[in-house]
């Protein structure tokens, strides 16, 4: 039986500035089960972001329910949700965030490291996987960034995570890269069996996945499976 990953009910988020409140969230229900690829589609200023960031406990929601590996979210003590966020969840942002000072190699090292693990043959195999066996010894600034987007893949792959949130992943490539980025994301889902999250506002991107959500005004309008 799969597991839910995430599962929300009449989730809100809002913001106060100057006595205006402003809805980003509007009672969002919403169930993600292990092995799904949902990418979460709509225009700029629709909530998307601010929903991967809310379900993965990166933003605090303003009241509703949020349950994450079958927990209430709040449940989680701080240590607890930054442990989870080094060992079973992994994400993936438009602009990669490589520190540039390390190698490919010591950049996804060093996320095992913060997670107190070890285990250089994991290195290995996602660096194959990946196609950068060969860039290993290089610098972010000698990389393209479709290889640098590679290298932040791999570096939220290295614990093993149960679930990837990926927001914008293509958003800083051209067309070529983007597509190569989404055939790899699906190859995870599909071979990996890897739960990923997906914040687009590319609606051609939907069919790497099976399932999309359209968000409109903080609002899921669409939820619909991917047929293939």
Known sequence: MYMRIIETKDLHKYYYENHVKTDVLNGINLSINQGEFVSVVGPSGSGKTTLLYVLSGLEKKTKGSIKLFEKEIEEYSDHEMARLRQTK???????????????????????????????????EELLNYVGLANFRNYYPNQLSGGMQQRVAIARALVNNPA??????????????????????????????????????????????????????????????????
């Open 89 to 123: 969840i992994g994400f993936i942002f438009q602009f990669y965030n490589l520190l540039p000072n390390l190698t490919v190699y010591d950049n996804i090292l060093l996320a095992q490291v913060l997670a107190n693990n070890s285990n250089k043959q994991r290195i």
């Open 163 to 228: 679930i990837i949130f990926a927001d914008e992943p293509t958003g800083n490539l051209d067309v070529k890269n983007g597509l190569a980025i989404m055939e790899l994301l699906q190859k995870l889902n599909q071979e990996l069996h890897k739960t990923i999250v997906l914040v687009t506002h590319n609606e051609d991107l939907i069919k790497y996945g099976t399932r999309y959500l359209r968000l409109i005004d903080g609002v899921i309008i669409d939820d619909e499976i991917i047929s293939k």
